[in-house]
């Protein structure tokens, strides 16, 4: 074995720590918003991929997301149950779901703009910052998910 090339770091020098506390962070000014909505986080993630990419399948939404599809599948039944989403059989290939936005999760997307307007007030960063800050994030994940599969 190796020595390592630095020696351990303190909890707060840890990165992944910076970047978890700072997650934490988020969703906890996002929730007492989300609650209102009637949604949690993860159906928040769920509902904004659907919009922004249409009808997907459940490991379509699942790549989207970087989750695995068993942890999808609640998720969308607990939206479906909800009247958020619909699930039907796939029209090229029955054995896979597709999901799409009913006309009340639209309306819930419609009432998310207050996340961003949150985070934004509570940040004390302007919008380009808040952009800059959110590619240099985007650009890590991306690095970092590119070294893991290595």
Known sequence: MTKAAFPPLTLDDQLCFALYSASMAVGRLYKPLLDEMGITYPQFLVLTALNDEGTLTVGGLAARLGLEPSTITPLVKRLEVAGLVERKRGRKDERQVEVSLTKAGTEIIARTPCLAEALLG???????????????VQDFGTRIAAAAKD
């Open 122 to 136: 509570k940040a004390g960063m302007s919008i380009p910052e808040l952009k800059a800050f959110k590619a240099q």
